[in-house]
């Protein structure tokens, strides 16, 4: 599948966050992603709007990183807190965490420095929130993530545009039946074959939508954020009345695999956990975040058509129809409490989920209609 880059640079910037006449718009990119960076800010300039674009290359984001004195490292840079601020839009391109080409390079940088990192972006976080600023993270994809993911070239590019470049009005539609199955619902119980049994309290929470689109009910409800490729409804657990044990098969992370994780939660609090593999990634991941680390952030259902499977990338796994994520820490932009340097969606595949007794997912399939 070849992408008209173009055409889809258009749609994002008109369609999902719709770009206005004179809005600033600050797009930071990988180097690798330098089309789609620049096509985006193309369609910017067409609609009478004004970007900015920085890039920078997998070797001096990672050489950056590795070489920083410690302190500096901790700081928010004050022009990029800036420039953030003075944005009315702000767009990260680029494959999640830093916005790397090739993820695996993630294994060469030590977590207490990607802990340190994630800290002082809390700022640029909050700003993105609390001033209102639509932003997007849209993925690109490349050989180096292919590779990662155990996919060919080929296979993975038609997996990732797929999922991006599709319907946004019968994404939208499928979405809000998910949500109005789901609205008024106090309890949700989810089980799998590898053992979860958890029950999450929703009771009187916001059920959220990531449909691709920015709309004017978002803006007037705050909902300013989108990932692309989308597709999820998402909602923050009420603490109280949230227990049991969830079990993820495979997280991926820094291009190794924590396997089996199995966390325990009482009132919503991480109180208990192991993994047959992988014990040391995870750890080193939790202990070097801050704040509200080990609280239960989000409970998250994919809903995305073109995505059929997982294969390790966070970025689509969380999209795919029929899985779910739970997510550790930050919850604030959904309405919760939590307030953390870490937030992290672990990936659920064929699981069962039952709001209040009523099956919405059997075994991985959505008993609501897509439409």
Request: hydrophobic share 40%; with cysteine; glycine share 10%.
């Amino acid at each position: 599948m070849t992408p008209d880059l173009s055409s889809i640079a258009a749609r994002i910037i008109g369609t999902c966050l719709g770009v206005d006449d004179g809005d600033a718009v600050l797009i930071r990119s990988g180097l690798y992603a330098r089309p789609l960076a620049e096509a985006l800010g193309l369609a910017c300039t067409g609609r009478g709007a004004h970007p900015m674009l920085s890039m920078s290359s997998d070797e001096y984001r990672v050489e950056s990183i590795t070489a920083s004195q410690d302190a500096a490292l901790e700081r928010t840079p004050p022009h990029l807190l800036a420039a953030v601020e003075a944005s009315d839009v702000v767009i990260n391109v680029g494959h999640y965490e830093l916005l790397l080409r090739d993820p695996s390079l993630l294994e060469g940088i030590s977590e207490v420095r990607l802990s340190a990192l994630r800290r002082a972006g809390i700022p640029i976080r909050d700003a993105l929130f609390a001033g209102g600023k639509r932003s997007a993270l849209v993925g690109y994809p490349s050989p180096h993530q292919a590779k990662v993911f155990g996919m060919t070239q080929e296979a993975y590019e038609d997996h990732f545009w797929a999922a991006l470049d599709l319907d946004y009005d019968a994404l939208g539609r499928s979405c809000r039946v998910l949500r109005d199955a789901l609205d008024g619902t106090s309890e949700v119980h989810i089980t799998n074959p590898d053992g979860t049994d958890i029950r999450v309290n929703i009771t009187g929470r916001p059920l959220l939508m990531d449909d691709g689109v920015i709309d004017d009910e978002d803006r007037e409800r705050g909902l300013n954020m989108l990932n692309l490729p989308a597709g999820e409804v998402c909602v923050a657990p009420v603490l109280k009345g949230t227990d049991g044990t969830a079990v993820f098969s495979r997280v991926l992370y820094k291009g190794a695999e924590v396997r089996d994780l199995a966390l325990t939660f009482a009132d919503g609090v991480l109180v208990e956990w192991h993994a047959s593999a992988g014990e040391d990634l995870f750890r080193g991941m939790l202990e070097g975040a801050t704040g509200h680390r080990d609280r239960l952030g989000e409970l998250g259902i994919g809903t995305n058509p073109a995505l059929t499977r997982a294969i390790g990338s966070l970025h689509l796994d969380e999209k795919v129809r029929g899985t779910i994520h739970l997510a550790l820490g930050e919850n604030r932009m959904m309405g919760g409490e939590n307030e953390s340097s870490l937030h992290w969606d672990l990936i659920m595949e064929h699981p069962t989920l039952e709001a209040d007794g009523r099956t919405l997912i059997r075994e991985g399939v959505h008993r609501t209609p897509s439409i």
